[in-house]
């Protein structure tokens, strides 16, 4: 069998030329007649593969030198816990809840800090984003927290939070490189690459210079202090070489193929396939508030939960995989990453097209 057109949101696609280059380095990386996965964290060889990846994501982003750059395991969820834990100082945090990963970011916060819910888009299930010009910050936040594009509702912010001075926190991992960001905008930025920039199993965390403490609570895991991350240069322990590696390969498959702004174009161009289709057909429909659509995360309806079930069966016979919805929203979700072709959107545009005529 050969490839099929991937629409999983996470692990989720990765770009053909990337899958090539590891399958051609495996036996062999570069003379040295081993694996990246083989090979010691502490040799040159790798010391390169990790510099590289860093200073080629410092470059596709723009990030300033007063931020620093680390590689952690643990996912998304273990950063959920570390926000409250290296930031916390009044004891107080804010936190906007626009759907499953905010809230559970929100709930696990909790534990280690008092949360308000400045805004939450829950009352419409999610399907927009709150106006976030003029919230009611409270004047001792450590933080003010957000989860930028929302993988299971397919919602993104149009505008970032007026923060009103306070530090900006922002899980960015199913939106992460898919286009320009303005790093200086933010406190902290993470993301989980297994959405799009590489496999499950690592996750890439920026965090300005000051907001790195050494006097956290005694409760705080080392490994989950990132002054000991930070400093240590993703060297602390053990991390998880082969996932930095092809995180590498997919930072330089980007610069190669123009970096962010190109990514972003051909990123819109392929939603609006999609899009386009959703606003005509009279079988499928979106489910978002058209302003705060993601270009990563499409989530679509027939409106009949049997129908939606063939859709998906009869997709993934015609190599149109992955399009079974999120079980908390059902129905489909066709997730659009920088590695889907735009022939990919085009094709399951042509079967939905097909599929509307046949049922
Ligand atoms: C997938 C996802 C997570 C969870 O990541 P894990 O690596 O599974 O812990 C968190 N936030 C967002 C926005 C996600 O899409």
Same mark, same amino acid.
């Given at each position: 069998?050969? &490839?099929?057109?991937?629409?999983?949101?996470?692990?989720?696609?990765?770009?053909?030329?990337?899958?090539?280059?590891?399958?051609?380095?495996?036996?062999?990386?570069?003379?040295?007649?081993?694996?990246?996965?083989?090979?010691?964290?502490?040799?040159?060889?790798?010391?390169?593969?990790? #510099?590289?990846?860093?200073?080629?994501?410092?470059?596709?982003?723009?990030?300033?030198?007063?931020?620093?750059?680390?590689?952690?395991? #643990?996912?998304?969820?273990?950063?959920?816990?570390?926000?409250?834990?290296?930031?916390?100082?009044?004891?107080?945090?804010?936190?906007?809840?626009?759907?499953?990963?905010?809230?559970?970011?929100?709930?696990?916060?909790?534990?280690?800090? *008092?949360?308000?819910?400045?805004?939450?888009?829950?009352?419409?299930?999610?399907?927009?984003?709150?106006?976030?010009?003029?919230?009611?910050?409270?004047?001792?936040?450590?933080?003010?927290?957000?989860?930028?594009?929302?993988?299971?509702?397919?919602?993104?912010?149009?505008?970032?939070?007026?923060?009103?001075?306070?530090?900006?926190?922002?899980?960015?991992?199913?939106?992460?490189?898919?286009?320009?960001? *303005?790093?200086?905008?933010?406190?902290?930025?993470?993301?989980?690459?297994?959405?799009?920039?590489?496999?499950? #199993?690592?996750?890439?965390?920026?965090?300005?210079?000051?907001?790195?403490?050494?006097?956290?609570?005694?409760?705080?895991?080392?490994?989950?202090?990132?002054?000991?991350?930070?400093?240590?240069?993703?060297?602390?322990?053990?991390?998880?070489?082969?996932?930095?590696?092809?995180?590498?390969?997919?930072?330089?498959?980007?610069?190669?193929?123009?970096?962010?702004?190109?990514?972003?174009?051909?990123?819109?161009?392929?939603?609006?396939?999609?899009?386009?289709?959703?606003?005509?057909?009279?079988?499928?429909?979106?489910?978002?508030?058209?302003?705060?659509?993601?270009?990563?995360?499409?989530?679509?309806?027939?409106?009949?939960?049997?129908? *939606?079930?063939?859709?998906?069966?009869?997709?993934?016979?015609?190599?149109?995989?992955?399009?079974?919805?999120?079980?908390?929203?059902?129905?489909?979700?066709?997730?659009?990453?920088?590695?889907?072709?735009?022939?990919?959107?085009?094709?399951?545009?042509?079967?939905?097209?097909?599929?509307? &005529?046949?049922?």
């Amino acid at each position: 069998m050969g &490839r099929v057109y991937n629409f999983s949101a996470g692990p989720a696609v990765l770009p053909e030329e990337v899958l090539r280059q590891c399958a051609n380095d495996m036996m062999d990386y570069k003379g040295t007649g081993m694996s990246v996965m083989e090979m010691s964290h502490r040799t040159k060889m790798f010391e390169d593969i990790l #510099g590289r990846a860093e200073a080629d994501l410092r470059e596709l982003m723009g990030i300033p030198s007063n931020y620093k750059v680390f590689f952690v395991q #643990g996912g998304g969820f273990q950063q959920f816990a570390a926000v409250p834990m290296n930031l916390t100082v009044n004891g107080v945090a804010d936190y906007i809840d626009t759907g499953n990963w905010s809230n559970k970011a929100l709930k696990e916060a909790r534990k280690y800090t *008092d949360v308000h819910v400045i805004a939450s888009s829950e009352d419409k299930t999610y399907t927009y984003i709150p106006d976030v010009s003029d919230l009611s910050v409270d004047e001792n936040a450590d933080y003010v927290y957000i989860c930028q594009n929302n993988t299971i509702f397919g919602t993104k912010y149009k505008e970032l939070p007026n923060t009103k001075g306070k530090t900006l926190v922002a899980d960015v991992s199913s939106m992460f490189l898919s286009e320009p960001m *303005d790093v200086e905008k933010y406190g902290v930025i993470y993301a989980g690459v297994q959405k799009n920039a590489g496999p499950a #199993g690592l996750v890439a965390v920026i965090v300005r210079e000051d907001l790195l403490r050494d006097d956290l609570p005694a409760y705080v895991p080392t490994m989950l202090k990132w002054k000991t991350q930070a400093d240590a240069g993703s060297l602390y322990n053990t991390p998880n070489c082969w996932a930095i590696y092809v995180c590498g390969l997919v930072f330089d498959w980007i610069k190669r193929t123009g970096g962010l702004e190109a990514m972003k174009e051909r990123n819109e161009k392929k939603a609006k396939v999609l899009y386009d289709f959703l606003d005509e057909s009279s079988m499928f429909k979106g489910m978002v508030v058209k302003e705060y659509r993601s270009l990563m995360n499409i989530p679509f309806v027939t409106g009949d939960k049997e129908l *939606d079930a063939l859709f998906c069966k009869e997709a993934d016979a015609a190599g149109l995989v992955n399009v079974k919805g999120h079980r908390v929203v059902g129905g489909m979700r066709a997730s659009l990453y920088n590695a889907m072709p735009i022939e990919g959107a085009q094709r399951l545009v042509e079967f939905m097209k097909e599929f509307e &005529r046949t049922h």
